[in-house]
C-alpha cells in the first residue's frame, strides 16, 4: 500500500458553515494521491488493500452511496 501511495488525505465536511453555501450531502473525502493511475489499480488489487484497508472502510463507508472521482492536478500561479 504505501510503496504505490504517495500521499493519503482525509477531509471531513464541515458542519456549520455561515451564509447560504449549498451543502452536498457527504461527510467527508478520502484524497489518493498515486503517481500514475497504474498504480491505484494495483493498490486496490493488492492483498495489503484486502486484508487492512478494506475491513477499516468497512466499519464507516457505505459502498451503495461511495462514488470515485479521478483527476489530474493543475497548478496555476499567477
Do not use: M, N
Not at 497504474?38 to 486496490?44: H, R, S, T, V
Amino acid at each position: 500500500f504505501t510503496s504505490r501511495v504517495r500521499r493519503c488525505v482525509q477531509q471531513h465536511r464541515l458542519r456549520a458553515i455561515p451564509g447560504e453555501l449549498p451543502l452536498l450531502d457527504y461527510d467527508g473525502i478520502a484524497e489518493i494521491w498515486v503517481d500514475q493511475l497504474a498504480d491505484l489499480f494495483e493498490l486496490f488489487q493488492s492483498s495489503e488493500y484486502e486484508r487492512v484497508v478494506l475491513p477499516d472502510e468497512e466499519k464507516f463507508l457505505d459502498r451503495s452511496k461511495t462514488c470515485l472521482f479521478l483527476a489530474t492536478e493543475h497548478s496555476i500561479t499567477g
